[in-house]
């Protein structure tokens, strides 16, 4: 529903009640009649949270230079991430500022536990940021408390993984499905963006970067793979690297 239609009949409300009834009594039956239909718009607001919905480019299209370096726009924006370029049957990816269970969800949307291997993507995620004795600063856990990571072999400015193969075997890329929804908690939802990887799946940017869990995390908790190589660290709510030094 839209909340400006709202407003329009609000005022019209208010024009209408001037005519028919005295000053003195319009200020009691006005503030009746206006007090349901806003009511419902600020429940609704709550209720569906704030958000945006995103395009996602072809993995074959390069973005230029200049381009936003998750390749992605938000709808109505024409830039290589637009609908026009979007893979074909791409239905959008929604970013909900808000966590599933606030949403009515239960469950992990198909988000494999520990080191499951995920035959297909989900059908929403949820990126959490959190602190830990083992890592003060904020890094992002999925919905089953999974450590997620970037990797310093991505660029932001080319749109695309550089772990494929054998690499996302290691390091699972976290994907959604076609028109899925993220979720978030202490995330920024301009942060968040998606690629489209070389498979022709949704994976899921934060700052720019793709992100992915590891392998060799088996419970929550874990962060075996913060450091690994000199290139894999524990993503942090705006994509940057999070380490116990900041």
Known sequence: MNPGGWLSRVAGMTFFTRLLLPDRASGKALRDAVAVPVLAVCCMA???????????????????PSAPATSVSSSGAG?????????????????????????GLHGNGGTVVGVAVQEAPPRWVQLSAVTSDQLPAQHLININQ???Y???GDSTSSAQSACNG??????????????GKVYMAGVDP????????????????????????????SKPGDLNGQGVDGKWFAVGPKGEKATSKQ
């Open 166 to 179: 054998a690499c996302a075997v290691k390091w699972p890329p976290v994907t959604v499905e076609e028109g």
């Open 150 to 152: 970037r990797f310093d």
């Open 79 to 103: 830039s290589a991430g637009s609908s026009a370029a979007a893979g074909p049957g791409n239905a959008g990816l929604q970013v909900v500022d808000s966590t599933a269970e606030q949403a």
């Open 46 to 64: 709550v209720l569906s949270g704030c958000g945006k919905t995103i395009q996602i480019g072809n993995a074959s299209q390069s973005s230029p």
């Open 190 to 217: 301009d942060e968040v963006g998606a690629i489209r990887r070389q498979n022709g799946q949704v994976q899921v940017t934060v700052g720019g970067h793709p992100i992915y869990r590891y392998t060799g995390d």
């Open 146 to 148: 999974a450590a997620l």
